[in-house]
């Protein structure tokens, strides 16, 4: 991650992220300075606001206005009335561009979260537990989520697929056009037995889930604890939704490093069979192997997002490119064929 930009004292007032705070707070409670976490190409922002409120500093973000809409639901409306730990609500308001809106919420803090811990992938098992039983009741603020089931990972896979064999046209390495073919045959076979994902789904609760549990958008408040658990608070709800709670469930993929947040899934057992029938060990892994599928899905239907093909055409700069982007599709694609793997043995 690249270092924080400060704005300067002086350009502060001018910056877009304090137009749209005042807009919601007026300039009274006016931040007093301003870091960029993160700008995007595609026009999106992460900042960091000190001095707008007494409590902490606020975390104010720029994005498209479906992405800010889900959020706003979540932080404001669900969040708060689920026994999980969140961050606080701010508010939320238009862009200049009528295509983004602002949100703001607090600050996360805490230590960074690493799967190689085995305290925080217990803490991420127990979290998910409480926040996937206890939203599973709340069926009328889930419905105004999107669907986040396996029939939305079907739609990511088609839509996936179509993308790679528009990249079958372009002029690339005889390795490269295998290494395509071969993802859109796995996606081919993966779809020949979604029935058997899908009959496993259709017996589980819908719940919220979050739908980017990777370890990025998590972060340890060292100090507290619940029952001997680190407390764990979650963020950048965008992909979030109604879904089935092995969305979540990410087990580790033997290739590469997927930054997934591997909760620990004994944990997640004992937590969530309290409220629901989960008759075994062996229906945990199952919530890992799907978990690990829509995941795979994902990453290919990330990498195509926007109508932008990562595979460039011919100029040289974008050559370069194209070697790292075939490395990531070819990565994906080895997670894409151990999901089959242990689709087969459902």
């Known amino acids: 991650m690249t270092e924080p930009k400060a704005i300067r004292s002086d350009h502060v007032a001018e910056h877009p992220a304090f137009r749209a705070w005042a807009r ?10 301003i870091e960029v976490l993160k700008r995007t190409k595609r026009k999106t922002m992460v900042c960091r606001l000190s001095g707008g409120t007494e ?3 606020v975390i104010a973000k720029r994005s498209f206005r479906h992405y800010i809409g889900v959020e706003r639901i ?3 409306e669900i969040l708060p009335s689920l026994p999980v730990t969140s961050l606080r609500y701010y508010g939320s308001t238009e862009d200049d561009d009528p295509n983004y809106e602002w949100l703001f919420i607090g600050d996360a803090n805490g230590r960074a979260y690493t799967s190689r811990l085995k305290a925080h992938r217990i803490a991420a098992g127990h979290w998910l537990g ?12 889930l419905s105004r989520l999107p669907e986040r089931g396996p029939g939305h990972y079907l739609e990511a896979l088609r839509f996936a697929r179509q993308w790679i064999e528009r990249s079958l046209n372009l002029e690339l390495e005889l390795e490269d056009l295998d290494s395509l073919q071969m993802i ?5 076979r993966l779809e020949g037995q979604w029935s058997e994902l899908l009959e496993f789904c259709d017996k589980l609760p819908l719940s919220l889930v979050h739908g980017d549990f990777k370890e ?12 001997g658990v680190p407390i764990l608070v979650a963020f950048d709800w965008a992909e979030a939704g109604r879904g089935v709670p092995p969305v979540d469930i990410l087990g580790r993929f033997g290739h590469g490093v997927s930054r997934s947040s591997e909760p620990d899934i004994y ?8 409220l629901w029938t989960l008759p075994s060990m062996e229906t945990m892994k199952r919530f890992e192997t799907v978990g690990k599928t829509f995941r795979a899905i994902s990453a290919f239907a990330w990498e195509f997002s926007f109508g932008k093909s990562p595979i460039p055409r011919e100029s040289s700069p974008a050559k370069a490119k194209s070697k790292v982007d075939m490395w990531r599709l070819r990565l994906y694609g080895q997670w894409l064929g151990e999901c089959l793997e242990e689709v087969r043995r459902f």
């Open 24 to 33: 919601v707070h007026g300039s009274q409670a006016a931040p007093t300075k």
């Open 74 to 76: 979540i932080y404001a």
């Open 55 to 57: 409590m902490e500093n």
């Open 267 to 274: 944990t997640y057992w004992s937590v969530a069979r309290k």
């Open 130 to 141: 409480i926040l996937h039983t206890s939203s599973a009741s709340h069926v009328d603020m």
């Open 216 to 227: 990025r958008n998590i972060r340890i408040r060292a100090a507290a604890h619940d029952r």
């Open 184 to 188: 859109i045959s796995d996606f081919d």
